[in-house]
């Protein structure tokens, strides 16, 4: 299983920069960023300060969208930050959330998703793609690669993400609802004629690393209870479209009963002051919080659905520890033990 860290571009960029390279240091795989210009900085332009400083890690965005750019900017973007530092970039995308939603727009079409992606991809890659009519390609672009990952949560996103994706992008750590979600991803790849194991499974979710006291749990679930409101603020969207009888799992949907709105001023914060409706149980199961072997437990699960990649987001008050926790004691554990005789 592979590793990654999910952080807001938030003032001030060298504190971000310096997360990089601590996870980096800890062993972590992947560093990803929110994608959102209004709310941080443009994550970009933050990339090239992090390739620069570190040697190995990837960077990319989890998520961007169709929306914000055009397609050719987002593309020529990765494969100019591939050309420079070598191809360590990977896309995360999906139709659009905090970035189009702050400036009163709303998500991408499920068609312009999948066209996006296409573009994207074959740009970023070096190769050749026809837009408008034309065959377009970047000259100066060699040897790019760039895979891009789909999110999605709906049934014709998951769709979407089996058909045409490199990989799956769950943001939730919800055993069964991955279970459900993985299911319907490999059953679209392969209509599509694909190998569903030849699609990537992430599972994204905040991560914190507690000391076992019960007092130390209540910190940490008011610390990630922001995700579970994140979370149903994307279902919210589901069940508005589909109605309440869609086909998902009901922990996915139930808890949103309560909801009453979302303040994206407070996007992916602590303490946001609009999510009393998540209870501890959703933030438990969506989650991973407790102990340094709790979280190996769960990700154990996770890693028998065949999940590739877990990526922790950091947006609480615990990060250094976390990251540290990570890389000395749960990262070692799910890795493929390498004997140094055999």
């Known amino acids: 299983m592979d590793f990654g860290v999910v952080v807001q571009c938030n003032p001030p960029a060298p504190r971000v920069v310096a997360l990089a390279r601590r996870a980096e240091e800890h062993g972590f795989g992947y560093f990803w960023t929110y994608d959102s210009h209004v709310l941080w900085h443009e994550p970009y332009v933050l990339y090239s300060q992090i390739l620069g400083q570190t040697t190995q890690i ?9 929306a914000t750019r055009d397609w050719t900017v987002t593309a020529s973007t990765f494969a100019t930050l591939n050309a420079y ?5 990977i896309c995360g995308i999906g139709r659009g959330d905090s970035a189009v939603r702050v400036t009163n727009g709303s998500p991408t079409t499920l068609k312009a998703l999948r066209d996006s992606v296409h573009v994207i991809r074959e740009l970023a890659n070096s190769r050749a793609v026809e837009i408008n009519g034309s065959s377009i ?9 760039l895979d891009v990952w789909v999110a ?16 799956f992008i769950l943001q939730c750590g919800d055993v069964d609802i991955a279970k459900w979600m993985i299911k319907n991803v490999r059953e679209a790849a392969e209509g599509a004629g694909r190998d569903p194991d030849s699609v990537k499974f992430c599972i994204a979710a905040p991560m914190y690393i507690t000391d076992g006291t019960e ?11 922001w995700f579970g409101g994140m979370v149903g603020n994307h279902v919210a969207d589901i069940v508005a479209k589909y109605g309440t009888g869609i086909d998902v799992p009901k922990v996915f949907t139930d808890y949103i009963a309560a ?7 407070q996007h992916g914060k602590a303490g946001s002051s609009h999510v009393d409706f998540v209870p501890d149980e959703i933030v438990e199961r969506f989650c991973v919080i407790g102990t340094a072997e709790q979280h190996q ?3 154990e699960e996770l890693k028998e659905l065949g999940v590739d990649q877990f990526a922790g987001y950091l947006d609480h008050d615990n990060k250094e ?17 390498v004997p140094a005789k055999v």
């Open 85 to 89: 530092f070598g191809n360590r970039t």
């Open 259 to 265: 909801r009453t709105g979302y303040d994206y001023n």
């Open 58 to 66: 990837k960077v990319g965005t989890m998520v961007t969208n169709p």
């Open 321 to 337: 520890e976390t990251l540290r926790v990570y890389g000395e004691v749960v990262m070692p554990a799910l890795r493929d033990y």
């Open 137 to 145: 390609r970047f000259p100066w672009s060699r040897d790019s690669q």
């Open 215 to 225: 007092e130390g749990r209540r910190h940490a679930l008011d610390q990630c209870r």
């Open 297 to 299: 437990e769960k990700l």
């Open 152 to 167: 999605a949560y709906g049934p014709m996103a998951l769709k979407i993400a089996g058909e045409v994706g490199d990989g």
